[in-house]
Protein backbone atom coordinates (compact mmCIF):
# COMPACT_ATOMS: atom_id res chain seq x y z
CA UNK A 1 0.00 0.00 0.00
CA UNK A 2 1.31 3.44 -0.93
CA UNK A 3 0.29 6.49 1.36
CA UNK A 4 0.66 9.66 -0.98
CA UNK A 5 0.64 12.77 0.68
CA UNK A 6 -0.14 16.23 -0.59
CA UNK A 7 2.55 17.73 -2.71
CA UNK A 8 5.43 19.43 -1.29
CA UNK A 9 4.49 18.48 2.15
CA UNK A 10 7.31 19.35 5.29
CA UNK A 11 9.00 16.67 6.81
CA UNK A 12 9.24 18.93 9.73
CA UNK A 13 5.36 19.10 9.88
CA UNK A 14 3.97 17.65 13.38
CA UNK A 15 0.96 16.62 10.90
CA UNK A 16 3.95 14.52 9.29
CA UNK A 17 5.42 12.85 12.44
CA UNK A 18 1.92 12.43 13.58
CA UNK A 19 0.38 10.47 10.88
CA UNK A 20 3.97 8.38 10.63
CA UNK A 21 3.63 7.61 14.73
CA UNK A 22 0.40 5.83 13.40
CA UNK A 23 1.38 4.20 10.89
CA UNK A 24 4.20 2.90 12.84
CA UNK A 25 1.42 1.49 15.07
CA UNK A 26 -0.01 -0.72 12.53
CA UNK A 27 0.71 -4.28 13.87
CA UNK A 28 3.59 -6.23 11.85
CA UNK A 29 3.52 -3.15 9.28
CA UNK A 30 6.80 -1.44 8.60
CA UNK A 31 7.30 2.06 7.00
CA UNK A 32 10.02 3.22 3.84
CA UNK A 33 9.58 6.81 2.50
CA UNK A 34 10.97 8.01 -0.85
CA UNK A 35 10.86 11.61 -2.32
CA UNK A 36 9.75 12.20 -5.66
CA UNK A 37 11.66 15.43 -6.93
CA UNK A 38 9.90 16.66 -10.12
CA UNK A 39 10.51 20.17 -12.01
CA UNK A 40 7.35 21.94 -9.81
CA UNK A 41 6.86 20.32 -6.78
CA UNK A 42 8.23 17.45 -4.12
CA UNK A 43 6.01 14.15 -3.84
CA UNK A 44 6.35 12.11 -0.69
CA UNK A 45 5.12 8.76 -0.73
CA UNK A 46 5.07 5.80 2.21
CA UNK A 47 5.42 2.56 1.18
CA UNK A 48 3.67 0.04 4.11
CA UNK A 49 5.28 -2.84 4.00
CA UNK A 50 3.38 -6.19 5.08
CA UNK A 51 -0.11 -7.77 4.81
CA UNK A 52 -1.46 -4.77 4.15
CA UNK A 53 -5.17 -6.51 3.12
CA UNK A 54 -6.96 -5.79 6.67
CA UNK A 55 -6.07 -1.82 6.51
CA UNK A 56 -8.29 0.38 6.02
CA UNK A 57 -7.45 3.19 3.24
CA UNK A 58 -10.10 5.58 4.41
CA UNK A 59 -9.03 6.01 7.55
CA UNK A 60 -5.40 6.63 6.85
CA UNK A 61 -6.63 9.11 3.63
CA UNK A 62 -8.50 10.88 6.93
CA UNK A 63 -5.06 12.54 8.08
CA UNK A 64 -4.87 15.70 6.73
CA UNK A 65 -1.58 15.76 4.58
CA UNK A 66 -2.44 12.76 2.79
CA UNK A 67 -3.71 13.39 -0.57
CA UNK A 68 -4.70 9.36 -1.35
CA UNK A 69 -3.81 6.23 -0.54
CA UNK A 70 -3.07 3.35 -3.45
CA UNK A 71 -3.29 -0.43 -3.02
CA UNK A 72 -0.61 -2.55 -4.04
CA UNK A 73 -1.75 -4.95 -6.82
CA UNK A 74 0.62 -6.08 -8.73
CA UNK A 75 4.52 -6.79 -8.39
CA UNK A 76 6.73 -3.91 -9.34
CA UNK A 77 5.98 -1.91 -6.25
CA UNK A 78 7.25 1.59 -7.40
CA UNK A 79 7.54 1.39 -11.18
CA UNK A 80 4.15 -0.58 -11.22
CA UNK A 81 0.75 0.69 -12.61
CA UNK A 82 -1.52 0.08 -9.50
CA UNK A 83 -5.21 -0.43 -9.06
CA UNK A 84 -6.72 3.69 -9.23
CA UNK A 85 -2.99 4.57 -9.54
CA UNK A 86 -2.87 8.20 -11.73
CA UNK A 87 0.75 8.96 -10.37
CA UNK A 88 2.54 10.51 -13.59
CA UNK A 89 4.06 8.45 -15.71
CA UNK A 90 6.54 11.02 -16.86
CA UNK A 91 10.08 13.10 -15.87
CA UNK A 92 11.91 15.35 -17.28
CA UNK A 93 15.73 15.58 -17.83
CA UNK A 94 17.95 18.35 -18.90
CA UNK A 95 14.61 20.09 -20.67
CA UNK A 96 13.64 16.59 -22.48
CA UNK A 97 10.28 15.16 -21.04
CA UNK A 98 9.72 11.51 -21.15
CA UNK A 99 6.29 10.29 -20.63
CA UNK A 100 4.20 7.17 -21.89
CA UNK A 101 2.11 9.53 -23.88
CA UNK A 102 4.94 11.24 -25.97
CA UNK A 103 7.59 10.33 -28.40
CA UNK A 104 11.76 11.02 -28.10
CA UNK A 105 14.18 10.14 -31.41
CA UNK A 106 17.53 9.09 -30.19
CA UNK A 107 19.29 8.32 -33.28
CA UNK A 108 23.30 8.04 -33.36
CA UNK A 109 26.23 6.27 -33.79
CA UNK A 110 26.04 2.59 -32.32
CA UNK A 111 29.60 2.93 -31.10
CA UNK A 112 31.52 6.49 -31.25
CA UNK A 113 34.92 5.77 -33.46
CA UNK A 114 36.21 9.04 -34.71
CA UNK A 115 35.72 12.35 -33.54
CA UNK A 116 34.69 13.33 -37.26
CA UNK A 117 32.24 10.70 -37.43
CA UNK A 118 30.22 11.85 -34.21
CA UNK A 119 30.46 15.44 -35.52
CA UNK A 120 28.76 14.36 -39.10
CA UNK A 121 26.14 12.70 -36.81
CA UNK A 122 25.58 15.31 -34.38
CA UNK A 123 25.40 17.83 -37.08
CA UNK A 124 22.73 15.99 -39.22
CA UNK A 125 20.53 15.43 -35.70
CA UNK A 126 20.85 19.36 -35.17
CA UNK A 127 19.82 19.84 -39.11
CA UNK A 128 16.69 17.85 -38.56
CA UNK A 129 15.86 19.41 -34.91
CA UNK A 130 16.32 16.25 -32.63
CA UNK A 131 17.85 16.96 -29.60
CA UNK A 132 18.87 13.44 -28.55
CA UNK A 133 21.50 11.24 -29.47
CA UNK A 134 22.91 7.65 -28.88
CA UNK A 135 26.78 7.34 -28.84
CA UNK A 136 28.32 3.96 -27.31
CA UNK A 137 31.89 4.50 -25.97
CA UNK A 138 32.28 1.41 -23.40
CA UNK A 139 30.84 -1.57 -25.54
CA UNK A 140 30.17 -5.29 -24.58
CA UNK A 141 30.96 -7.10 -27.37
CA UNK A 142 30.71 -11.21 -28.06
CA UNK A 143 34.27 -11.60 -28.94
CA UNK A 144 37.20 -10.60 -26.23
CA UNK A 145 39.53 -9.17 -30.18
CA UNK A 146 36.58 -7.18 -30.73
CA UNK A 147 36.62 -3.37 -30.64
CA UNK A 148 35.24 -2.41 -27.04
CA UNK A 149 34.33 1.30 -27.59
CA UNK A 150 37.04 4.08 -26.87
CA UNK A 151 35.79 4.11 -23.52
CA UNK A 152 36.50 7.22 -21.43
CA UNK A 153 38.95 8.78 -24.09
CA UNK A 154 36.09 9.79 -26.26
CA UNK A 155 33.78 11.49 -23.70
CA UNK A 156 35.61 14.88 -23.81
CA UNK A 157 34.73 15.16 -28.08
CA UNK A 158 31.77 13.60 -27.73
CA UNK A 159 30.29 15.78 -24.79
CA UNK A 160 31.62 18.94 -26.49
CA UNK A 161 30.61 18.54 -29.76
CA UNK A 162 27.14 17.63 -27.80
CA UNK A 163 27.43 20.94 -26.46
CA UNK A 164 28.31 22.46 -30.18
CA UNK A 165 25.11 20.94 -31.56
CA UNK A 166 22.59 21.77 -28.98
CA UNK A 167 22.22 17.68 -27.55
CA UNK A 168 20.50 17.39 -24.55
CA UNK A 169 20.56 14.04 -23.78
CA UNK A 170 23.15 11.51 -24.65
CA UNK A 171 22.13 7.50 -24.98
CA UNK A 172 25.20 5.79 -23.26
CA UNK A 173 25.80 1.98 -22.31
CA UNK A 174 27.88 1.94 -19.14
CA UNK A 175 29.11 -1.80 -18.57
CA UNK A 176 30.98 -1.49 -15.13
CA UNK A 177 29.88 1.09 -12.29
CA UNK A 178 32.80 3.15 -12.47
CA UNK A 179 32.17 4.46 -15.64
CA UNK A 180 29.00 6.75 -13.51
CA UNK A 181 32.07 8.10 -12.23
CA UNK A 182 33.79 8.90 -15.88
CA UNK A 183 30.85 10.25 -17.52
CA UNK A 184 30.27 12.51 -14.36
CA UNK A 185 34.05 13.88 -14.02
CA UNK A 186 33.93 14.30 -18.28
CA UNK A 187 30.42 15.66 -18.03
CA UNK A 188 31.73 18.29 -15.63
CA UNK A 189 35.17 19.43 -17.67
CA UNK A 190 33.35 20.02 -20.65
CA UNK A 191 30.89 22.66 -19.05
CA UNK A 192 27.68 20.33 -18.49
CA UNK A 193 27.17 21.00 -22.43
CA UNK A 194 24.95 18.29 -22.34
CA UNK A 195 22.87 15.54 -20.46
CA UNK A 196 23.22 11.12 -20.16
CA UNK A 197 21.00 8.57 -20.36
CA UNK A 198 22.89 5.69 -18.93
CA UNK A 199 22.08 2.82 -20.58
CA UNK A 200 21.88 -0.83 -19.40
CA UNK A 201 22.63 -3.16 -22.50
CA UNK A 202 20.71 -6.58 -22.76
CA UNK A 203 23.61 -8.58 -21.26
CA UNK A 204 23.54 -7.18 -18.13
CA UNK A 205 19.74 -6.89 -17.56
CA UNK A 206 20.02 -9.14 -14.67
CA UNK A 207 23.57 -7.95 -13.64
CA UNK A 208 21.93 -7.10 -10.38
CA UNK A 209 25.33 -5.39 -8.86
CA UNK A 210 25.39 -2.84 -11.88
CA UNK A 211 21.56 -2.33 -11.83
CA UNK A 212 21.96 -1.84 -7.83
CA UNK A 213 24.81 1.13 -8.47
CA UNK A 214 23.22 2.34 -11.33
CA UNK A 215 19.77 2.66 -8.98
CA UNK A 216 21.48 4.68 -6.59
CA UNK A 217 22.79 7.74 -8.29
CA UNK A 218 19.90 9.86 -9.39
CA UNK A 219 21.52 12.59 -11.62
CA UNK A 220 21.09 10.63 -14.87
CA UNK A 221 17.70 9.24 -15.96
CA UNK A 222 18.56 4.87 -17.14
CA UNK A 223 17.87 3.41 -19.64
CA UNK A 224 17.38 -0.25 -19.20
CA UNK A 225 17.67 -2.90 -22.49
CA UNK A 226 14.64 -5.62 -21.84
CA UNK A 227 16.74 -9.00 -21.79
CA UNK A 228 17.02 -10.99 -24.79
CA UNK A 229 16.68 -14.54 -23.12
CA UNK A 230 14.91 -14.10 -19.83
CA UNK A 231 10.92 -13.63 -19.83
CA UNK A 232 9.15 -9.75 -19.78
CA UNK A 233 8.66 -10.14 -16.13
CA UNK A 234 12.08 -10.66 -15.00
CA UNK A 235 13.18 -7.70 -17.08
CA UNK A 236 10.87 -5.71 -15.61
CA UNK A 237 11.77 -6.95 -12.03
CA UNK A 238 15.35 -5.75 -13.45
CA UNK A 239 13.71 -1.88 -13.88
CA UNK A 240 12.35 -2.34 -10.46
CA UNK A 241 15.99 -2.90 -9.13
CA UNK A 242 16.87 0.51 -10.24
CA UNK A 243 14.12 1.65 -8.80
CA UNK A 244 14.14 0.41 -5.39
CA UNK A 245 17.57 1.71 -5.14
CA UNK A 246 16.14 5.55 -5.50
CA UNK A 247 16.11 6.45 -9.32
CA UNK A 248 12.28 5.91 -11.04
CA UNK A 249 13.75 8.08 -13.93
CA UNK A 250 13.74 4.58 -15.91
CA UNK A 251 12.89 3.99 -19.35
CA UNK A 252 12.33 0.14 -20.83
CA UNK A 253 13.67 -0.87 -23.79
CA UNK A 254 12.17 -3.52 -26.32
CA UNK A 255 15.19 -4.76 -28.44
CA UNK A 256 13.94 -8.47 -29.39
CA UNK A 257 14.60 -11.73 -28.37
CA UNK A 258 17.19 -14.12 -29.13
CA UNK A 259 15.93 -16.75 -30.85
CA UNK A 260 16.58 -18.71 -34.53
CA UNK A 261 13.08 -18.35 -35.09
CA UNK A 262 14.04 -14.69 -36.02
CA UNK A 263 16.07 -15.57 -38.55
CA UNK A 264 16.76 -14.14 -40.97
CA UNK A 265 16.74 -11.01 -38.71
CA UNK A 266 19.20 -10.62 -35.89
CA UNK A 267 16.50 -10.97 -33.02
CA UNK A 268 12.79 -11.62 -33.19
CA UNK A 269 11.19 -8.20 -32.70
CA UNK A 270 8.93 -7.95 -29.68
CA UNK A 271 7.08 -4.16 -30.57
CA UNK A 272 3.45 -5.89 -29.90
CA UNK A 273 4.99 -5.26 -25.85
CA UNK A 274 4.68 -2.06 -25.77
CA UNK A 275 1.29 -1.51 -24.64
CA UNK A 276 2.19 -4.46 -22.28
CA UNK A 277 4.70 -2.51 -20.70
CA UNK A 278 2.96 0.51 -20.32
CA UNK A 279 -0.40 -1.28 -19.02
CA UNK A 280 1.86 -3.13 -16.05
CA UNK A 281 4.23 -0.02 -15.20
CA UNK A 282 4.21 3.32 -15.55
CA UNK A 283 7.62 3.77 -17.54
CA UNK A 284 8.10 5.39 -21.04
CA UNK A 285 8.79 2.40 -23.37
CA UNK A 286 11.47 2.58 -25.72
CA UNK A 287 12.32 0.06 -28.73
CA UNK A 288 15.10 -0.27 -30.64
CA UNK A 289 14.43 -1.66 -34.33
CA UNK A 290 18.49 -1.74 -35.09
CA UNK A 291 19.34 -4.16 -32.70
CA UNK A 292 15.88 -6.07 -33.27
CA UNK A 293 16.34 -6.69 -37.05
CA UNK A 294 20.53 -5.99 -37.39
CA UNK A 295 20.40 -6.10 -41.07
CA UNK A 296 19.66 -3.14 -43.64
CA UNK A 297 17.43 -5.77 -45.71
CA UNK A 298 14.47 -3.89 -47.93
CA UNK A 299 10.71 -5.45 -48.68
CA UNK A 300 9.45 -5.34 -52.00
CA UNK A 301 7.70 -2.39 -51.54
CA UNK A 302 11.71 -0.53 -50.81
CA UNK A 303 11.12 0.28 -47.20
CA UNK A 304 13.76 -1.29 -45.08
CA UNK A 305 12.84 -3.94 -42.58
CA UNK A 306 14.04 -1.53 -39.77
CA UNK A 307 11.50 1.12 -40.96
CA UNK A 308 8.93 -1.78 -41.19
CA UNK A 309 9.97 -2.89 -37.52
CA UNK A 310 9.74 1.14 -36.39
CA UNK A 311 6.72 1.46 -37.64
CA UNK A 312 5.17 -1.57 -35.59
CA UNK A 313 6.52 -0.06 -32.34
CA UNK A 314 5.41 3.71 -32.73
CA UNK A 315 2.26 2.81 -34.15
CA UNK A 316 1.61 0.99 -31.12
CA UNK A 317 2.55 3.81 -28.52
CA UNK A 318 6.44 3.57 -28.38
CA UNK A 319 7.43 6.46 -26.61
CA UNK A 320 11.25 6.30 -27.85
CA UNK A 321 13.28 5.18 -30.42
CA UNK A 322 16.76 4.21 -30.42
CA UNK A 323 18.61 3.90 -33.52
CA UNK A 324 21.68 3.29 -35.55
CA UNK A 325 22.75 5.55 -38.20
CA UNK A 326 26.17 6.71 -39.40
CA UNK A 327 28.01 8.87 -41.85
CA UNK A 328 29.82 5.72 -43.50
CA UNK A 329 28.46 2.72 -42.18
CA UNK A 330 30.74 0.82 -44.08
CA UNK A 331 33.44 2.11 -41.61
CA UNK A 332 31.54 1.58 -38.91
CA UNK A 333 33.45 -0.48 -36.18
CA UNK A 334 30.52 -2.36 -34.61
CA UNK A 335 27.02 -2.99 -36.43
CA UNK A 336 27.87 -1.54 -39.36
CA UNK A 337 25.07 -3.58 -41.62
CA UNK A 338 22.38 -2.53 -39.38
CA UNK A 339 23.29 1.55 -39.22
CA UNK A 340 21.32 4.07 -41.53
CA UNK A 341 22.96 5.84 -43.34
CA UNK A 342 22.49 9.60 -42.78
CA UNK A 343 21.18 10.63 -45.54
CA UNK A 344 18.48 8.15 -44.55
CA UNK A 345 17.78 10.29 -41.77
CA UNK A 346 14.87 12.56 -43.00
CA UNK A 347 13.06 9.79 -44.54
CA UNK A 348 12.98 7.86 -41.25
CA UNK A 349 11.73 10.69 -39.48
CA UNK A 350 8.93 11.29 -42.21
CA UNK A 351 8.07 7.42 -41.43
CA UNK A 352 8.10 7.68 -37.76
CA UNK A 353 6.02 10.76 -38.22
CA UNK A 354 3.54 8.72 -40.38
CA UNK A 355 3.37 6.09 -37.61
CA UNK A 356 2.76 8.54 -35.11
CA UNK A 357 0.10 10.42 -36.33
CA UNK A 358 -1.51 6.94 -37.39
CA UNK A 359 -1.25 5.95 -33.65
CA UNK A 360 -2.78 9.51 -32.12
CA UNK A 361 -5.94 8.95 -34.51
CA UNK A 362 -6.28 5.14 -33.56
CA UNK A 363 -6.18 7.35 -30.01
CA UNK A 364 -8.79 9.31 -31.25
CA UNK A 365 -10.97 6.36 -32.97
CA UNK A 366 -10.73 4.59 -29.35
CA UNK A 367 -12.41 7.76 -27.85
CA UNK A 368 -15.07 7.41 -30.58
CA UNK A 369 -16.03 3.86 -30.53
CA UNK A 370 -13.95 2.40 -27.22
C1 LIG B 1 23.40 -1.15 -28.08
O1 LIG B 1 22.34 -0.50 -27.96
O2 LIG B 1 24.41 -0.70 -28.61
C2 LIG B 1 23.43 -2.53 -27.60
C3 LIG B 1 24.58 -3.20 -27.45
O3 LIG B 1 22.21 -3.04 -27.38
P1 LIG B 1 21.76 -4.41 -26.68
O4 LIG B 1 22.26 -4.33 -25.28
O5 LIG B 1 20.27 -4.36 -26.80
O6 LIG B 1 22.39 -5.52 -27.47
MN1 LIG C 1 25.07 -2.19 -31.38
Redesign the pocket.
Known amino acids: MIVILHPDTNREDPAYRQLLEYLKGLPDISTSTHEVIGAEQRLTEIYLIGDTSALDSHQIECFKIVDRVVRISREYRILGRHKDDDRPSHFSYNGITFGQDNLNIFAGL?AVDTREHVEQMLRALQQQGLSCTRM?AY??RTSPYSFQGHGRVCLPYVFELAGKYDIKVVAM?ITHDNQIEEIQQALTLAGNSTGVML?I???NTQNFELLKSVGRQREFPILL?RGFGITLEESLNAAEYLASEGNRNVIFCL?GMKTNYADPHRNLVDFAHVPVVKRLTRMPVCI?PS?SVGTRSAAPDRILDILHATAQGVIAGANMV?IDFHPAPEQALVDGPQALHIKELPWFLEDVAIARQAYERRCQAQQKFG
Do not use: A, Y
Open positions: CGKPEQGTRKRDHL
